[in-house]
């Protein structure tokens, strides 16, 4: 069983940076994808980046297309997400996700190991 746990979390400013970062622990880690979720207060976990963990294709959000860049590092079994001109919006428990097997939509059930999540405050 895999163990994912993320740090980096925290309070910025509308405006600031952020980066997040995940490491999975296990004898064996070789995903087929990994991904970063969000969920706010009274809503459902949506999606916001992932990466193929053999070719390192990337996939975003609409929400934060153009603000952030998620990256891994194999050799670390890490992964990492750097977040950009935060909005208030941006505030939520961003979990990070690691799934064995392909994955066709990038939806939190497509998704099997969990990390326990870290809170992204954005607040003037």
């Known amino acids: 069983q895999v163990q994912l746990i993320e740090s980096g979390g925290g309070l910025v400013q509308p405006g600031g940076s952020l980066s997040l970062s995940c490491v999975a622990s296990g004898s064996t880690f070789n995903p087929y994808a990994m991904a970063w979720f969000r969920q706010a207060p009274g809503k459902e976990r949506e999606f916001v980046a992932a990466?193929?963990?053999?070719?390192?294709?990337?996939y975003y959000s609409d929400h934060v297309k153009g603000r952030s860049a998620i990256s891994r590092d194999s050799a670390k079994n890490a992964v990492y997400l750097q977040m950009n001109a935060l909005k208030l919006e941006d505030s939520a428990v961003y979990y990070c996700?690691?799934?064995?097997?392909?994955?066709?939509?990038?939806?939190?059930?497509?998704?099997?190991?969990w990390g326990q999540g870290t809170q992204v405050t954005v607040s003037s």
């Open positions: 996700a690691a799934e064995d097997f392909p994955v066709r939509t990038w939806h939190y059930n497509d998704f099997g190991s």
């Open positions: 990466i193929t963990w053999l070719g390192g294709a990337t």
